[in-house]
């Protein structure tokens, strides 16, 4: 039997909420498109980016492999670009019923009488589920002037109108298309729960058709984002989360993502390819924030923007609505100011700047910034650069920020960086303290997993394998990798509030590393996703200490709250039970009751349709108890005469 034992020495600084975070980046993977209730892809007819090199590095396979073989995946990973229907010609007009962006498609019959169009294969409906389609649509006639409605005025042949059929499934409907650009709407309801095409088509061949832009939306979405999400996001409790970036940051045009978002051009994801549809925007993520609760963090565009433009987010973000950007805010429908604060100061900059370079940019930006709102909190990146850096990286920007970031969570690193911290921190009078933007937890596992050929220890190389063996994914959505990120949450809860905030990478639908995956029918928890769900009913701001477990694979810390209540947590790597007996307490007190997640197998994951991470209680005998099998444990303790949050069933 092991023994517990608490060190002594507690941290003095609760640990808080924000340790708790997460991180969405838009263009990347399907994350914000698998949140968002948007069912077609490339809604503007855009020409999208291939995927680059970089993305096929990072997943470890290449275009032929990914696929439903693959296995992170789901119906959520799929991208049905836009097919041929017919003989269409297709090109593309500039500055012509460009409502959506510079460009738009233009399409001519070249077989007049016959079928033309396009179609999208892969959407799924839900039988007796509402949805609404809409079609932005003109014919190429001619316009007297473009009319106040900024729309045109169609005379003469313009007011001819051609049939444009729509077809999703079983469902079918028309619409009278002319030369004045409209909007057309539809509302249906699915009659079968099925994978189905939609087909815009037509026959008719002496004028082009420039459509637009195309929209399909189950009515049941709140405010745009899918109900599902929300319904798992509010279970998790997220109390911050990081966006739009990651790398996408550094591209960001934060104007083009708010107003209308039939107006918002689409854009390429340019570092990593692919198509960020751009209808999640800054507004509707902070729509987002405020319904589920959690604190936005925006990571700012250093690299291909300047301070002024960072300037106007912060003034579109929290000034008065009569002021500045606050007055864009105020047209395009939020009266009051976000209020929002986390500024992290772009992503990975060291791909442009040195140490010293980037410092003083964050000076330029910070200053510049802060005449628009003087309490926002700035991140500066740091993991860029060597370790040793830091004195001098301080030395010019300390005073202008408020966080630097490193992206290592070994305790000993992040130990000797809070050093750095706190010698800074007491000869400048300033609070600066560390956080983690961006974290993945390791891949190691002390025992092999029940494949053979998955490394035990493994790291990400940047090799495409095409092998599922060796890819990270296959690491980053099992049991195994969820007990480790477990214990480096609980890692970060015992440095205290030094260590003031984590983003874990990624929110949804990141080829595994995730906590929610959305697939086109459903949402669900990943094994991490679990994790992060367990602490967001356990946890609440605490001081803590480490505990001597006498067994290396067996992790433990005591906590206590602000109310005194204390708790202990354990993580048990091995695939075999442990008794232990626990730490002495103080009189009056006892361990009453544990709550524990496990699962029986290493290397399984969350499914849609498998669910392989139990929950149960235990309750200690005595001072004794038996940790399960690769678990997470919460136990409770209380003071004699108090009732625990669990009863004990009655044998």
Known sequence: MKSIKVSERWTTEPAPREIFGQFVESGFGRQVSGMWSEMLYNRSFRRIQPYRRTTWEWLGLDEDHYNDAAPFWHSGYEEYDWEDAGAPEKDYTIGTHTFKGIETLRIRNGRPGEICGLRQRGLHLEKGRHYTFELTAALQLSLERAGLNGFGEGVGEGRDKREVRIRIGRQETAFLVGAVTETFRWKFEAAKTETVSAELTFTFGDVALIPVSVSLMPDDNIHGWRRDVVEQLRDIRPPVVRFPGGCFASFYDWQNTVGPRESRWAANSFYWGGLEENDAGLDEFLCLADMVGFKPQICINMMTSDPFRERQLVEYLNAPPDIGMG?????????????????????????????????RECVSFAREMRLADPGIRLMMCCYSYAEELLPEMLKIAGRDINYVIYREGEPAFVRRILGVLRDYNAANGTQIRLVNTEWLAPCRSCEPFEAEGVPTDFSWNGTVTNDWRTILSTQQMSWNYALNGAQRLLEYISFGGEFALANFNNLCNTWGQNVIEATKDTCYKSCMGRVFAFFAREFTPCTAALAQTGEEQLFALMTRSREGREKLYMVNHTSESMKVRLPEMADGTAFTAARVLYAEARLYGEREDRHVVKEREIWPDEQTMTVPALSLVCVETSRVGERSSLSRPVK
């Open 327 to 359: 007055r864009l805010r105020r047209l395009n429908g939020h009266e009051e100011p976000y209020g929002v604060t986390l500024f992290e100061m772009d992503n990975e900059t060291g791909r442009k700047w040195t140490a010293v370079q980037y410092a």
